[in-house]
């Protein structure tokens, strides 16, 4: 189903070298075919698909390259290039229908589970093509956890959400601890310690919400992408979860799809702005990313005049 | 695990290789597994065609074609020269009982539909479906029963002062209308509730009162779905065996007089199965030649409900 | 509008709304009648059957083996007991079959490969062949044929399962569809496998729709009669079946047709009873449905 464009970039007794290298910046896998580190920082190719390049001085965790995903025969993202930074909160903002949560759910590969999706181009995680045909989704899902916009606890008690991840990647170690440590991370504690056996569906939106973000940290993955996480959510609710936001990020990097621009500037490092292209030929809409820079760059003084009426509220 | 205990600045590459555990193998198994058991459907529709086509050709070996599809006389378990293949009078059997049986179900059953859907409270709703189920569940040797010891000699012949014989049609063919009521009005309610309320409003908008919506806007809006329910309806009433055979009677009759006995295919099939027949014998495979009529009957009805339901859909998707 | 004009106009005005109001009453109540017509057949027929069949109920009625000739002496213990057998080994078959082939196709078919869409289709379709059909596949493939079984329990369940299985597989695929898409997604994100989250996740939310779809099969199956016609089960057993795959097996179905064909009176009055036990079975199941819906449903 999945056509991936990628040639083999290296061999499997590379990788595992790399792996015993241990801890370096970036991996020499992450070097492309045509000879330029995809790193943040220049990137002549990336700016001439009409995305700006990123410039804060850290490894990427994600590196995306001429990512087009479609639905059936129809362009839902188009050629979409750029970095993604470790331990940064990266924001992808851009008004309904741009492509924002598609393109999202095409870094742990949740699009497979909609049997129409297609993904071509590239998405490096840590230098590996998440899509190449050797690469298990579990085990990317695994590492890459993800908060979606309604939250969605199991209809079973708290303690068996948090648990559920755990046990079933067959993590050993003692399960109470697990949990403890997995909703003291979640800032969700000292709220629910003496109900861990009741249903989760009697919490509060936010703490549901907060709940399903403590439940991803329970399998200690690297990144968290988080798809509009705060959207049904009140302000006071809002306010913690990107608390929470703040804390987790010297540990995971986040990226975040939202509506709200005000949060976006409050919580992200990077901004991306994504627009909606409509096709003159066909009619067709699809999305784009039009920028892609600092936060406080994207919205004190944006490159594009696109992205300047959409975050000064012009349009969108 | 690990991601968490690595120092920031870049962490090892993550493995992400597919390996073949004894999870991933069994998830393989499994999947493969569901899908055999889903072929048991398929196995099962091929089973049908194999077992009722190997009998028919058999029995047109011994039997012409156009003796059996043009004749007038079914008599196929007489003796000597008193046999005769002709299945005519078991076809216009069956779709004249089915006929009785549309006849007192489907205005019953879309006056009910039509009540429930668009005047019953929610309160009187909670009452009438379940009952309405409940009538649908009773097995039909019950509806039978109910024939052959109430219809005919307390209704029929008591109330009524019709002069029936002990099995006819006029019997069977009301118990069949029991049977068929509660499909009729199910599915032609479902197909009145999914009118979008849209609807509703804008002929109410224009000031019609509430028979004239329901009459000319609703029904007209949901009647392809309605149609497809008393396709559905004929193919169960023209399928039905006990019914028929505890109150039809047992005579293949090509007239139309209903206080006589008539017999359709399925009860035909049914009373030579459970007489003492040998296998093999021509009497044998009336059994699958009927059957194959009878199969061939419904999946063509079955094939234009589908194509109903669908046009249905189209509509409000 | 002129004086003249106005108590015309007035009565043309309440000409309209008094014929109009009457429909609006007639309307209703003549489709109030049909539902009335529904409830009365279904109060006549239990009425019927519980005047005809109460006298002869008593415990030896259950005990007893059935009768030929003596009215008086005659119960249902075998077709009581083959009824049982017959729904117990179904139970055993359709549970797992329907259960898989729906998760199957909710869960794994793609649907723009031919072959998932004929076996929909074919769901579809099995699910409006009359029942004495299965009963014909039943003799021809079961009883005799490559299975060559025989008249035993075995056959008979079978068929009977086979009859009743796109209702497991329907009501069971509305289960699992019922369950939000968002719990697969929440398990899928964490690294949980499909089978996992299938087991783990989605089968739990669907179990009681599952459940709801298996009794709703068994009490289809229970009151079928013309494929166990078909398929040879007996009427007047002497005896029990002792095992599934050797013994002739009765069932209630069967036991009532046969009395119910038999002209005299007092045999018509033993096809009531067995009505009233077979109608009390089938009330036990559906409470038990009713049960399981209100209790374990699961609120998204």
């Not at chain 1, 990226?255 to 994504?274: E, G, L, Y």
């Not at chain 2, 205990?5 to 493995?15: A, H, I, K, L, V």
């Not at chain 2, 006929?99 to 006056?111: D, Q, R, S, T, Y």
């Not at chain 2, 029936?164 to 309610?189: E, K, Y």
Request: proline fraction near 5%; glycine fraction near 10%; charge should be neutral.
């Amino acid at each position: 189903m999945k056509q991936v464009t990628e040639r083999p970039e290296s061999s499997s007794e590379g990788r595992s070298a790399e792996s015993a290298a241990g801890a370096g910046p970036v991996p020499a896998g992450t070097q492309t075919g045509n000879g330029r580190t995809t790193g943040p920082g220049t990137d002549p190719a990336a700016a001439g698909g009409g995305t700006a390049k990123p410039s804060l001085d850290t490894p990427p965790v994600f590196e995306i390259e001429n990512l087009n995903v479609r639905y059936g025969d129809k362009l839902a993202v188009h050629d979409v290039s750029f970095g993604i930074e470790e331990r940064r909160i990266t924001a992808l903002i851009g008004a309904s229908g741009c492509g924002k949560s598609t393109f999202i759910r095409s870094l742990n590969r949740m699009n497979d589970l909609i049997p129409s999706a297609t993904v071509d181009g590239s998405v490096r995680y840590h230098g590996q093509d998440l899509y190449a045909s050797e690469v298990d989704a579990v085990l990317v899902r695994k590492r890459i956890g993800m908060v979606f916009q309604k939250p969605n606890p199991f209809p079973k008690s708290i303690y068996d959400n948090i648990a559920f991840g755990p046990r079933v990647l067959g993590m050993d170690g003692d399960m109470d601890e697990i949990v403890e440590r997995a909703l003291r991370r979640g800032a969700l504690w000292d709220e629910v310690k003496d109900r861990l056996k009741t249903n989760a569906f009697g919490m509060s939106g936010g703490q549901q919400q907060r709940l399903c973000i403590a439940r991803a940290l329970a399998t200690d993955p690297d990144v968290i992408l988080m798809d509009e996480p705060a959207s049904a959510l009140d302000p006071i609710s809002t306010g913690r979860i990107e608390d929470l936001m703040f804390e987790l990020k010297e540990r995971v990097s986040i990226v975040i799809v939202t509506h709200n621009m005000q949060q976006a500037a409050r919580v992200s490092d990077m901004t991306a702005f994504f627009t909606v292209v409509v096709d003159e030929a066909s009619g067709h809409r699809h999305g784009e990313v039009v920028e892609y820079d600092e936060t406080e760059k994207v919205f004190t003084n944006p490159s594009d005049e696109r992205t300047e009426a959409y975050v000064t509220g012009r349009v969108g | 695990m690990e991601a968490a205990s690595d120092p920031p600045g870049g962490g090892p590459r993550p493995n992400l290789t597919r390996v073949r555990t004894p999870r991933s193998v069994g998830e393989s198994a499994i999947k493969v597994l569901l899908f055999v058991a889903a072929l048991i459907s398929v196995a099962t529709t091929v089973g049908i065609v194999v077992s009722l086509a190997a009998e028919t050709i058999e029995f047109f070996s011994q039997v012409g074609i156009f003796e059996y599809l043009l004749g007038t006389k079914w008599t196929p378990l007489a003796g000597g020269d008193q046999k005769s293949f002709g299945v005519l009078p078991l076809i216009s059997g069956t779709l004249y009982l089915t006929a009785l049986g549309l006849i007192v179900a489907v205005p019953l059953g879309l006056g009910s539909a039509v009540y429930l859907a668009e005047y019953a409270s929610p309160r009187a709703r909670r009452v009438i479906k379940p009952v309405l189920e409940l009538l649908a569940g009773i097995p039909t040797i019950v509806l039978g029963y109910f024939a052959l010891t109430f219809i005919t000699p307390v209704l029929l012949q008591g109330i009524l002062g019709i002069e029936v014989q002990i099995f006819n049609a006029l019997s069977a063919g009301l118990a069949l209308g029991v049977l068929i009521l509660p499909v009729v009005a199910t599915l032609a309610d479902d197909s009145l509730r999914a009118v979008p309320a849209s609807l509703r409003e804008g002929a109410f908008g224009l000031g019609a009162s509430k028979p004239q919506v329901v009459l000319r806007v609703v029904f007209p809006a949901a009647l392809s779905g309605i149609v497809a329910g008393l396709v559905l309806a004929a193919s169960r009433a023209i399928g039905e065996t006990v019914v028929v055979l505890v109150a039809g009677g047992a005579s293949a009759n090509l007239g139309i007089d209903p206080r006589e006995s008539f017999q359709n295919m399925a009860a035909f099939i049914a009373q030579t199965a459970r007489g003492d027949i040998a296998a093999q014998s021509v009497e044998f495979l009336t059994i699958f030649a009927v059957g194959t009529t009878l199969f061939v009957m419904t999946l063509i009805l079955n094939a234009i409900s589908i194509r109903f339901v669908r046009r249905f859909q189209q509509v409000y998707e | 509008m002129s004086v003249a004009e106005a108590p015309v106009a007035r009565a043309v005005v309440r000409g309209a709304s008094s014929g109009a109001r009457v429909r609006e009453i007639l309307f209703p109540a003549a489709l109030l009648m049909c539902i009335a017509f529904a409830m009365l057949a279904l109060v006549v027929l239990l009425v019927d059957v519980a005047v005809d069949g109460i006298p002869v109920l008593s415990a030896d009625f259950l005990t007893r083996f059935p009768s030929q000739i003596f009215p008086e002496r005659s119960g249902i213990q075998s077709a009581l007991v083959g009824t049982l057998l017959l729904m117990a080994v179904c139970a055993v078959f359709i549970v797992p079959v329907g259960t898989a082939t729906a998760i199957y196709l909710e869960e794994y078919a793609d649907n723009n490969r031919w072959w998932n869409r004929l076996i929909e289709v074919n769901i579809q379709n099995l699910a409006a062949v009359p029942s004495i059909v299965y009963g014909i596949l039943g003799l021809a493939f079961l009883v005799r044929g490559p299975l060559e079984l025989g008249r035993v329990v075995l056959a008979g369940a079978l068929t009977l399962g086979l009859l009743v299985l796109p209702v497991v597989i329907i009501v069971g695929r509305e289960a699992i569809r019922a369950v939000p898409s968002s719990i697969r997604e929440g398990s899928m994100a964490l690294g949980a496998t499909q089978w996992q989250t299938i087991w783990k996740q989605i089968l739990p939310g669907a179990l009681p729709g599952i459940a709801t779809g298996v009794i709703l099969a068994l009490s289809r199956a229970i009151g079928e009669t013309a494929p166990l016609i078909v398929v040879g089960a007996a009427a007047f057993a002497r005896f029990n079946p002792n095992d599934l795959t050797n013994d002739p097996f009765s069932a209630l179905p069967i036991q009532i047709l046969a009395w119910v064909q038999d002209p005299q009176d007092e045999f018509r009055a033993l096809a009531a009873g067995a009505i009233l036990v077979l109608l009390f079975l089938l009330l036990l199941m559906n409470a038990g449905a009713i049960y399981l819906r209100n209790r374990f449903e699961q609120k998204w």
